[in-house]
């Protein structure tokens, strides 16, 4: 029994209720900003299309395909400043067609640059080599690059991924590992 000068206080007027309701309230808090942060970077890599995703992988092959069967092959020789970069090309392609040389992001599409090559004075390098050269945006620190050399018709391309750290020149070939190890003529 309670003496009666003993006064019962008020539940919110006791620090325990209030303990025990700071972990949900900051559960609460921490659950909305996570979908806030989740919501507003977004990942770009995933799509909601997979059928048409699919079906654009298999117009990719064949760009391969083409590239395998001109013997398209490339190399990118970047400038110290990754400003700038030297593209020399050999194969069965119509040199006077414009392309682009393209630089994807491993993970932000935001990051990606599409660079039109712009052929040299004589355009011919050494022996079957078109020497091509490209300005663009200084490209951003990242462990690696897939650079990428195509027409702008879309029938052949050539690429590959660059690791940074490995130098500033890029040898770039159809991608013969999808197509299952087709041999090229040199």
């Not at 770009?44 to 391969?64: A, P, Q, W």
């Not at 712009?118 to 011919?124: A, E, H, L, M, R």
């Amino acid at each position: 029994m309670q003496n009666s000068k003993e006064k019962s206080k008020v539940w919110y007027k006791e620090p325990w209720p209030w303990l025990l309701m700071v972990g949900p309230a900051i559960v609460v808090v921490a659950g909305f900003s996570t979908f806030y942060i989740a919501q507003k970077s977004a990942p770009e890599m995933v799509t909601d299309d997979y059928y048409k995703e699919g079906k654009y992988i298999s117009i990719e092959l064949k760009r391969d395909e083409a590239a395998i069967q001109r013997h398209i092959n490339g190399q990118v020789l970047l400038s110290p400043n990754m400003d700038n970069a030297k593209v020399l090309l050999s194969g069965d392609f119509d040199r006077k067609a414009p392309l682009n040389l393209i630089f994807l992001h491993p993970a932000k599409k935001s990051g990606d640059q599409v660079i039109v090559l712009k052929p040299t004075q004589d355009g011919v390098a050494s022996g079957d080599k078109t020497e091509y050269l490209a300005v663009f945006k200084t490209l951003p620190q990242v462990q690696h690059w897939y650079v990428r050399v195509e027409d702008a018709n879309s029938e052949w391309r050539v690429e590959d991924k660059w690791i940074v750290s490995q130098g500033n020149a890029i040898n770039l070939t159809p991608m013969n590992k999808l197509l299952g190890d087709t041999p090229q003529n040199p």
